[in-house]
């Protein structure tokens, strides 16, 4: 780990293509119990294009340097120096072989980068930077090499040994050891390198690619969960399919294989040809996992697998390029679940994570543009800012050159840029080439932070029969970036007549505007839109699809808002019409909760209510999505600074309390015509039937009434599936009902052996509003299934309760932040890239009162005075600055 001595800086300014590339890249590993030996043969040979240097400096951390050999000849000590991580030769010849012998202790290996255990398995992971941790390289993504690997074990406990490419030989050695050898015919930076070596059990099945080529598919699991691989394997053809149908990308190699790890820092890793996942991310089965489960796996079954190109065929040239591969198989991966499921609920659910996260990440000190322009950890980067607002860039693009032209754009970007390392800019300028189109401005989208805000105001003229639009865009400035610059932002719209129908809309001028694409281009700070032939007052739907990722500030009258709820055309848009018009009742009952009054909700908003729990022609996953009251983060996320912890928590407990009291007839015959399945299908129907009585047991259930608490008991025994048990336990722990202990007790003995949902264990009730919740996370920390070398027990425990608990982990005595502080110190040495996730939540400081801002920053110091890893030094010291 390196210490406190201030890291390095890293500038996108600065990049320097290499001066040595390396051909090939031959690897021999031998796993022995007690260490791992790595054998590296490079084919290097200088960059004529750029090369300076006589010098070769290659990186590595925590390696024992055992050998090393230049053409087949020991280096003497004096050519060569190790330094802080670099090893460093002198005078090397233009074109070479280097041979390194290195020693490495992955059961020692907690940070979950490089070679590391896993419950007795062995797999890597390599991304960005863990590559350095198995042998001395080039560890960057402009350095391509064509891979081979070696990998030797014991066949008992390793009876499986896999890396990138084709398996091309394997057999039997002395004392019960085998190897197995893997070609990887695609050349590849190194953070794509992948070796697993365990005890695994297979899932098979093939897919034929659209050229007629048979691709074998393999999943691997532990045994006990050979149940749980149907869903991923059929969303993983789905995706093959998908992609060949969407972007025309077939898949390059005869094997796909996906390995199941329960230790993983992130969801899941594109490793060519051999994907790594969390166990979250890929095991599921109707009695283990949630709909929202069945969900992720999907998605990031996508995900990894649209990496193959976006990603991996084209890769980037440098870290800063991040986005260009995650915000693009971002935007893919949407698309797919889109046409997967209901386009609208995957759109509301990828806004409200965007407007939660996303944006209080853009307004604090970690803010930063798609593009970064410097680091000192990479690992820090691996953003909603870079995947989910990159995803939006990329959607914005396609807004602007139309679905046809944005078809032309990728397929000229992977043609143009195949088996390359490129940035941003080439994406762009290939989106830009194929369409004639200028996105000079647009590009400004890449460099600069912050989320603009874009505040409107209308006026209908009925004497002229005009209805005009003013929009004046303005971004915030963000940390280094003082100035900001107007930016082309695309606004879909619709004027919206009093049947609900759209206006076609005509500009003064005589510009029509596409009916099929009503989209309003903005490149000025101010501009102004003039319709004309408008003969009566329209309700203006304005940002359809949430067409740019900015705050949209347009006043409109709950009226208006629960008019645009029921007529308006954009599916999003009556969602979002929803949640504005909760959102301003909230507001009433959050100052009146500082007046100390109690304050009813308003009768627009329960009428509104009503209509979507009583119109039977109504689309019922979107009815759910509607009545779902938005969460507390994103409340904190919306509403002015400092925020209101304890206002948010108890005005919305009141709404929920308040609209399940005057609706309760309503809710309960929701529940009587969904009554529980007793087949599981993660099928929409069934899907949103379970949503909506879920969310109306969840409402009632605020009411703690005996009648419900009974049907609550009920469902927590009877459910078929997880979805509704989990739904019913956590109803029941978060209530104050004596009978919660029983059940927190049942729930565990029945799942205790189910890792995955002894996750979900924690996470309800870590995430419990009562006053001693944290006292029984502490107390949970000491439970046998918790685990502090483990990301995701360390998510649904320590993080539940950072995350989705505001009140009590912003209980004004500090002991939330005090907790939070020791643990971050704990997993600083451990896992630092976990801790330094943990240490984002702090960063929040400057949007609570003084007091909280005092505390939360007292505790930064302290994690501050400790000898910190570069990724927890980084957010700390960003946060304190
Ligand atoms: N590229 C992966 C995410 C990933 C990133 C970093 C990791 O370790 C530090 C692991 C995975 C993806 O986008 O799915
Ligand atoms: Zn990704």
Redesign the pocket.
């Known amino acids: 780990m390196k210490e406190n001595n201030a890291p390095k800086t890293i500038r996108l300014s600065e990049y320097r293509a290499p001066d040595y590339l390396i051909d090939e890249t031959h690897l021999d590993v031998r796993i022995f119990s007690d260490y791992t030996d790595v054998t590296a043969q490079l084919h290097i040979r200088k960059n004529t294009q750029t090369a300076v240097a006589t010098s070769l400096e290659l990186v590595g951390a925590d390696l024992e340097l055992l050998e090393i050999k230049v053409n087949a000849e020991p280096v003497p000590e004096s050519l060569y120096s190790i330094a802080d991580e670099t090893l460093t030769m002198n005078n090397v010849p233009g074109q070479f072989i280097l041979t390194l012998v290195t020693r490495i202790d992955p059961k020692r290996n907690t940070s979950l980068e490089g070679l590391y255990v896993s419950k007795g398995m062995y797999c890597t992971q390599c991304e960005a930077e863990g590559f350095r941790k198995i042998t001395y390289y080039l560890d960057r993504p402009d350095v391509m090499a064509r891979f081979t690997t070696r990998i030797e074990a014991d066949k008992s406990s390793y009876p499986v040994l896999l890396s990138n490419g084709n398996p091309v030989e394997k057999g039997d050695l002395d004392a019960g050891r085998h190897f197995v050898k893997w070609e990887d015919p695609f050349k590849k930076p190194c953070y794509l390198f992948a070796l697993v070596a365990g005890d695994l059990s297979v899932v098979e099945d093939r897919f034929v690619t659209s050229s007629g080529r048979e691709v074998s598919l393999q999943i691997f699991v532990e045994p006990q969960d050979l149940d749980k691989c149907d869903h991923a394997m059929d969303s993983l053809k789905r995706s093959m399919k998908w992609d060949e149908n969407v972007y025309g990308r077939e898949y390059d190699l005869d094997i796909y294989m996906i390995v199941a790890v329960s230790h993983f820092n992130m969801g899941a890793m594109?490793n060519k040809g051999l994907n790594i996942f969390n166990t979250s991310c890929v095991l599921a089965s109707a009695e283990t996992t949630t709909d929202a489960g069945f969900q992720r796996v999907e998605s990031v079954i996508a995900?990894?697998y649209f990496?193959n190109w976006s990603?991996n065929r084209v890769t980037c040239r440098d870290w800063f390029q991040l986005s260009l591969?995650?915000g693009f198989?971002?935007f893919r991966d949407q698309q797919f679940s889109a046409d997967m499921g209901s386009e609208t609920v995957n759109r509301i659910d990828d806004v409200n994570f965007l407007k939660t996260v996303q944006f209080a990440e853009d307004s604090g000190p970690m803010s930063h543009p798609i593009r970064p322009d410097s680091y000192i950890e990479i690992n820090n980067f691996y953003t909603t800012t870079v995947?989910e607002k990159g995803a939006e860039v990329v959607r914005m693009i396609r807004r602007l050159v139309g679905v046809d032209g944005f078809r032309k754009g990728s397929d000229l970007y992977f043609e143009r840029h195949d088996g390359q390392a490129v940035t941003c800019d080439d994406f762009v300028q290939a989106m830009e080439d194929a369409n004639q189109i200028d996105l000079s401005q647009f590009r400004l989208w890449y460099s600069q932070s912050g989320t603009p805000c874009l505040q409107v105001s209308s006026e209908f003229s009925a004497s002229s029969e005009t209805f005009t639009l003013t929009f004046k865009q303005e971004t915030p400035a963000t940390p280094g970036q003082p100035e900001k610059k107007p930016l082309h932002i695309p606004v879909a719209i619709g004027l919206v007549d009093s049947t609900g129908n759209d206006l076609p809309l005509e500009l003064e001028g005589g510009t029509r505007i596409d009916p099929d694409n009503p989209v309003l281009e903005l490149k000025q700070p101010t501009e102004t839109f003039v319709f004309r032939n408008i003969k009566e007052k329209p309700v203006a739907s304005l940002l359809r699809g949430f067409s740019a990722p900015v705050r949209l500030q347009y006043p409109q009258s709950r009226e208006a808002l629960a008019f645009l709820m029921a007529h308006d055309r954009d599916g999003f848009n009556r969602w979002s019409a929803s949640q504005q018009l909760v959102v301003s009742v909230l507001e009433d009952m959050i100052a009146g909760f500082q007046n100390n009054e109690s304050v009813q909700p308003d009768s627009v908003l329960v009428d509104a209510f009503r209509t979507l729990l009583t119109d039977s022609s109504l689309d019922l996953a979107m009815v759910a999505k509607m009545l779902e009251l938005p969460t507390e983060q994103f409340l904190a996320e919306l509403l002015p600074k400092p925020t209101q912890v304890d206002a948010i928590h108890q005005s919305r407990e009141a709404l929920k309390q308040a609209l399940a009291s005057s609706l309760s007839t309503e809710m309960t015959s929701v529940l009587d015509r969904y009554p529980l399945h007793t087949e599981y299908h993660y099928r929409d129907q069934d899907v949103s039937e379970r949503s909506l009585r879920n969310t109306c047991m969840y409402y009632l259930m605020s009411l703690e009434q005996d009648d419900v608490v009974e049907r609550c008991l009920n469902q927590f025994k009877q459910a078929c599936n997880m979805t509704d048990q989990l739904s019913a336990f956590k109803a029941l722990v978060h209530s104050s009902r004596s009978e919660k202990s029983q059940v927190i007790e049942q729930f565990y003995q029945r799942w205790s052996n189910e890792s995955l949902v002894v996750d979900q264990w924690f996470m309800v009730q870590a995430s419990a509003p009562q006053a001693d919740t944290l006292e029984r996370v502490k107390e949970l920390m000491n439970h046998t299934a918790f685990d502090m070398t483990s990301p995701n027990k360390i998510r649904a425990l320590i993080g539940a309760f950072c995350n989705n608990n505001p009140v009590n982990f912003h209980n004004e005595d500090g002991s939330g932040y005090a907790f939070l502080a020791d643990q971050i110190i704990a997993l600083n040495k451990l896992n630092p890239q976990v801790a330094s996730r943990m240490a984002v939540i702090m960063t929040r400081w400057a949007n609570f009162d003084q007091a909280r801002a005092g505390l939360i920053k007292q505790q930064l110091s302290r994690v501050q005075s400790e000898p910190l890893s570069p990724d927890v030094y980084e957010v700390v010291t960003k946060a304190l600055k």
């Open positions: 594109e995900h990894e990496h990603g591969k995650e198989t971002v995947y």
